[in-house]
Each structure stands twice: as structure tokens, then as C-alpha cells.
T-cell receptor
Framework: GENVEQHPSTLSVQEGDSAVIKCTYS??????FPWYKQELGKRPQLIID?????GEKKDQRIAVTLNKTAKHFSLHITETQPEDSAVYFC?????????FGAGTILRVKS | NAGVTQTPKFQVLKTGQSMTLQCAQD?????MYWYRQDPGMGLRLIYY???????DKGEVPNGYNVSRLNKREFSLRLESAAPSQTSVYFC?????????????FGPGTRLTVL
């Protein structure tokens, strides 16, 4: 189906620790998987994306991994900082649309 | 470039009133989208327009209509507002013909229906 399952719904970590958010999907036709960050009261903004022809992509402290066989992809944030506190959404391509997960509230405690 | 702009930022309606949310983008994108965001439910697609002259229903279209006025503008209309339509509405745009599929979001409209 279209849905994307995202876990966990909330995540609290200590500053400096790593955070991992996982998403699963069932439609094998998807080839594009973006992650969006939404700070309180702001609009969602793309932080990283991955296409199905690669298994991992990194951008400084953020990385995304994709397992197309198992139909799941994950966001990894290392050395978390207070400014990483936000809601994170995964999404997958569906036609020329995106289907979003329900979101993960990440709290980084200092 | 202003990116994606939305008006109004806030709106309070009474049940049964109508209103139109406006969205415009200056990035020459082909596709435009309207989402609603409710707590714990992520971003749900209401309607989208893959290209100028076309519109299609998304996941939650009931109670809404849209108009793709031209390539830049995509409006969302509530004909008879209901309390269940209290939400934050985001417009977004993207260009699926380039290598990037990134969707750019507007600042949102916070709508309360009493």
C-alpha cells in the first residue's frame, strides 16, 4: 500500500549521543526516500534524501541508509546537539507525490 | 526568490463559512501540493497538481476544492468549513523533471473552525 510506518514516535537522547529513526514501506516501486525536519512553528525542510540505487548517504552528522530488499530506511544523527530537537518525517515517492510517515519528535537533552 | 508563499498566516472561521487559501511559487516548478497537518498524523495530502491544467485528489480531499490558476498559483477552497477542518495547511511545490524531487514548503496557514 501507500503508507509509511515510522518509529519511534518520540525519542529522547542525551546531547552527544546518536539518534536513529526507522521507516518501513510495502510498495517496492518507490525509488526516492527523503527526510524532512520541522522545527516548532516552522515549515518542513529537506535535510537528506536517498535514491534506490545507493545504500547509504552521509552529510556531516546525518546519514540515511536504505535496504530495498527489506523495504526499510533509517535516519542516523550522530553527536546530537540541542538544535537537532525537532520533528522528523520520512517519506517515500509514490508517482509524483510523496507519502509521509507520522513523524518522530526528537528531544536532545543538554 | 521568495520560494513558496501562502496567505493568510492565520484564520478563524465559523462553521459553514467559506474561504480560499492562496499559494504561489516563483521557482518555475511544475507540481504543487496542499497538505494538512494534525498532531500525531504527519502531513496528509489533500489535493495536488502534477502540472498546470491538472488536479488530482490526495488522501483526504473531502470538503475541499482546488484551482491551479496558472503555473505559479494553486489555491485551496473550503466551501463550508467544519470543526474537523481545524488544522495547519501547507502548500508545497516541486519539479519532478529535474534530478531533484525535493518538495519546498510554504510557511503554513493555521486555520481554526469554531
Amino acid at each position: 500500500g501507500e503508507n509509511v510506518e515510522q518509529h519511534p514516535s518520540t525519542l529522547s537522547v542525551q546531547e552527544g549521543d546518536s539518534a536513529v529513526i526507522k521507516c518501513t514501506y510495502s510498495d517496492s516501486a518507490s525509488n526516492y526516500f527523503p527526510w524532512y525536519k520541522q522545527e516548532l512553528g516552522k515549515r518542513p525542510q529537506l535535510i537528506i534524501d536517498i535514491r534506490s540505487n545507493v545504500g547509504e548517504k552521509k552529510d556531516q552528522r546525518i546519514a540515511v541508509t536504505l535496504n530495498k530488499t527489506a523495504k526499510h530506511f533509517s535516519l542516523h544523527i550522530t553527536e546530537t546537539q540541542p538544535e537537532d530537537s525537532a520533528v522528523y518525517f520520512c517519506a517515500r515517492e509514490y508517482g509524483n507525490k510523496l507519502v509521509f510517515g507520522a513523524g518522530t519528535i526528537l528531544r536532545v537533552k543538554s | 526568490n521568495a520560494g513558496v508563499t501562502q496567505t493568510p498566516k492565520f484564520q478563524v472561521l465559523k462553521t459553514g463559512q467559506s474561504m480560499t487559501l492562496q499559494c504561489a511559487q516563483d521557482m518555475n516548478h511544475n507540481s504543487m501540493y496542499w497538505y494538512r497537518q494534525d498532531p500525531g498524523m504527519g502531513l496528509r495530502l489533500i489535493y495536488y497538481s502534477a502540472s498546470e491544467g491538472t488536479t488530482d485528489k490526495g488522501e483526504v480531499p473531502n470538503g475541499y476544492n482546488v484551482s491551479r490558476l496558472n503555473k505559479r498559483e494553486f489555491s485551496l477552497r473550503l466551501e463550508s468549513a467544519a470543526p474537523s477542518q481545524t488544522s495547519v495547511y501547507f502548500c508545497a511545490s516541486s519539479s519532478w523533471v529535474t534530478a531533484s524531487n525535493e518538495q519546498f514548503f510554504g510557511p503554513g496557514t493555521r486555520l481554526t473552525v469554531l
